[in-house]
């Protein structure tokens, strides 16, 4: 018997999601809630908002074919929705609320991390807005600020100057430019090296990291211009060696998934760790309680095993059961934005798609207006390309998005530029 699932969130990384569960010989219908134009295509859109927890609930306990939930952003996993749809006797992947706050409050990982030893840059912690502002008359410079709380990955701010120090702690503290998030602050020394992402798998006691992934968070090539939610992505970065795999795993990703069991916590779910390789050795940068987006548009279509048995073992606690494979191949996103985005764009432009050769379409803000594809978010299409190596990944990819058209339309062109 198949067994049907509701994937909530409307994202590139939702797309990925379902793209890879359909591959599963083990599940029917899929359902995504909201979905965007790509998901369409796969599964059932439901019009309901990812952060309706009352919405979800509700239809899932009205759809009993609805065998799995899996909660992919950020923002429900913080107000709880594992937690609610478990209250109901209702089977769903992703860490519970008390679990999720290691992406939710950086004041709660950084001193998870202290207390545990786990290697990341010196910092304070401020909730008085004064105070923190004595800190910055002496500390170090550069400087990095960084909001509590969610801030859709704009509440971090580096700051090479004192003037900047003070107009950011502004900013967030004052100006409360991130709402609540901002009502405490972590100020952190700065790190180098080079950065590099691990999404694990986990269920709590083991660990399983998947491929490496390397994001590019600026708007513009060359890293310039303003922080967005990732302009495109690679897998994986050549930087990373066994050796510092094995540093990692040992020093950070098991210290920390047994660290939230210590702590009450159980993380069950995909633990996404923010890693700088320094030269005196891994620290962590953050952690996400979620798969990435975009990394997961690279990391996912690497894997060849079945994504929904490594669900199933997340939940049960079984994970040490599953042998692992990835494809040795490369993977390249290219993520197509409207104009304007990250500040203001508009969206219900229509898109027209030419002929993008073996390359995967995962849709973020996509929908459909009088049967004509239109752009419904910012970034608005990834476009993925596999490959023999990340030259050849590379290549296809750009190849892909040049047959890509909306008015407005703009996208990075040195993504995996290595
Ligand atoms: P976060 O949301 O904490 O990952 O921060 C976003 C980005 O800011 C990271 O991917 C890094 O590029 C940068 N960043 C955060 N913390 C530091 C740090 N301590 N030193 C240098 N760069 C940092
Ligand atoms: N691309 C970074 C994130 O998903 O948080």
């Given at each position: 018997?198949?067994?049907?699932?509701?994937?909530?969130?409307?994202?590139?990384?939702?797309?990925?999601?379902?793209?890879?569960?359909?591959?599963?010989?083990?599940?029917?219908?899929?359902?995504?809630?909201?979905?965007?134009?790509?998901?369409?295509?796969?599964?059932?859109?439901?019009?309901?908002?990812?952060?309706?927890?009352?919405?979800?609930?509700?239809?899932?306990?009205?759809?009993?074919?609805?065998?799995?939930?899996?909660?992919?952003?950020?923002?429900?996993?913080?107000?709880?929705?594992?937690?609610?749809?478990?209250?109901?006797?209702?089977?769903?992947?992703?860490?519970?609320?008390?679990?999720?706050?290691?992406?939710?409050?950086?004041?709660?990982?950084?001193?998870?991390?202290?207390?545990?030893?786990?290697?990341?840059?010196?910092?304070?912690?401020?909730?008085?807005?004064?105070?923190?502002?004595?800190?910055?008359?002496?500390?170090?410079?550069?400087?990095?600020?960084?909001?509590?709380?969610?801030?859709?990955?704009?509440?971090?701010?580096?700051?090479?100057?004192?003037?900047?120090?003070?107009?950011?702690?502004?900013?967030?503290?004052?100006?409360?430019?991130?709402?609540?998030?901002?009502?405490?602050?972590?100020?952190?020394?700065?790190?180098?090296?080079?950065?590099?992402?691990?999404?694990?798998?986990?269920?709590?006691?083991?660990?399983?990291?998947?491929?490496?992934?390397?994001?590019?968070?600026?708007?513009?090539?060359?890293?310039?211009?303003?922080?967005?939610?990732?302009?495109?992505?690679?897998?994986?970065?050549?930087?990373?060696?066994?050796?510092?795999?094995?540093?990692?795993?040992?020093?950070?990703?098991?210290?920390?998934?047994?660290?939230?069991?210590?702590?009450?916590?159980?993380?069950?779910?995909?633990?996404?760790?923010?890693?700088?390789?320094?030269?005196?050795?891994?620290?962590?940068?953050?952690?996400?309680?979620?798969?990435?987006?975009?990394?997961?548009?690279?990391?996912?279509?690497?894997?060849?095993?079945?994504?929904?048995?490594?669900?199933?073992?997340?939940?049960?606690?079984?994970?040490?059961?599953?042998?692992?494979?990835?494809?040795?191949?490369?993977?390249?996103?290219?993520?197509?934005?409207?104009?304007?985005?990250?500040?203001?764009?508009?969206?219900?432009?229509?898109?027209?798609i030419g002929d993008v050769?073996?390359?995967?379409?995962?849709?973020?803000?996509?929908?459909?207006?009088?049967?004509?594809?239109?752009?419904?978010?910012?970034?608005?299409?990834?476009?993925?390309?596999?490959?023999?190596?990340?030259?050849?990944?590379?290549?296809?990819?750009?190849k892909g998005i040049s047959n890509i058209y909306?008015?407005?339309?703009?996208?990075?062109?040195?993504?995996?530029?290595?």
């Amino acid at each position: 018997m198949k067994k049907n699932i509701l994937i909530v969130g409307g994202g590139g990384r939702e797309h990925a999601i379902a793209w890879k569960l359909r591959r599963s010989a083990q599940v029917g219908k899929i359902y995504c809630a909201p979905g965007n134009a790509g998901t369409a295509e796969i599964a059932e859109n439901v019009d309901i908002s990812a952060t309706d927890l009352d919405g979800i609930v509700d239809f899932v306990l009205k759809h009993s074919d609805i065998y799995m939930t899996v909660v992919a952003p950020d923002d429900p996993l913080a107000l709880g929705l594992v937690d609610r749809l478990e209250a109901k006797g209702l089977r769903a992947f992703g860490p519970r609320s008390e679990a999720a706050v290691i992406e939710a409050s950086k004041v709660f990982s950084k001193g998870l991390m202290k207390k545990y030893g786990i290697p990341t840059a010196d910092y304070e912690t401020f909730d008085d807005y004064e105070k923190a502002r004595e800190y910055i008359e002496t500390c170090k410079l550069p400087v990095v600020i960084k909001a509590d709380g969610l801030a859709l990955g704009k509440g971090v701010l580096i700051c090479p100057t004192r003037r900047e120090a003070f107009d950011g702690l502004k900013e967030i503290m004052e100006d409360k430019a991130f709402g609540n998030a901002g009502r405490r602050v972590v100020i952190e020394d700065v790190l180098t090296g080079f950065e590099v992402s691990v999404l694990a798998f986990t269920d709590g006691e083991t660990v399983v990291p998947m491929v490496s992934s390397q994001d590019h968070k600026r708007a513009l090539d060359g890293d310039k211009g303003l922080n967005t939610g990732g302009m495109g992505t690679f897998s994986p970065s050549l930087k990373y060696t066994p050796d510092m795999a094995a540093e990692a795993y040992e020093s950070i990703f098991v210290p920390t998934v047994r660290a939230m069991k210590a702590e009450n916590r159980t993380f069950k779910g995909v633990l996404y760790f923010g890693l700088m390789v320094c030269p005196d050795g891994i620290k962590v940068l953050e952690y996400n309680a979620r798969f990435g987006d975009p990394e997961t548009q690279v990391v996912l279509p690497r894997l060849k095993n079945d994504l929904f048995e490594i669900f199933e073992a997340c939940i049960d606690g079984t994970l040490d059961k599953i042998k692992f494979m990835w494809s040795d191949e490369a993977c390249v996103c290219v993520v197509a934005a409207s104009g304007g985005y990250p500040l203001k764009y508009q969206k219900g432009i229509p898109i027209r798609i030419g002929d993008v050769g073996d390359c995967m379409l995962f849709h973020a803000g996509t929908a459909v207006s009088n049967g004509q594809l239109v752009t419904n978010g910012g970034r608005v299409i990834g476009v993925t390309a596999m490959g023999r190596n990340l030259a050849e990944a590379r290549t296809k990819a750009y190849k892909g998005i040049s047959n890509i058209y909306f008015d407005g339309m703009h996208y990075r062109r040195d993504i995996c530029a290595l």
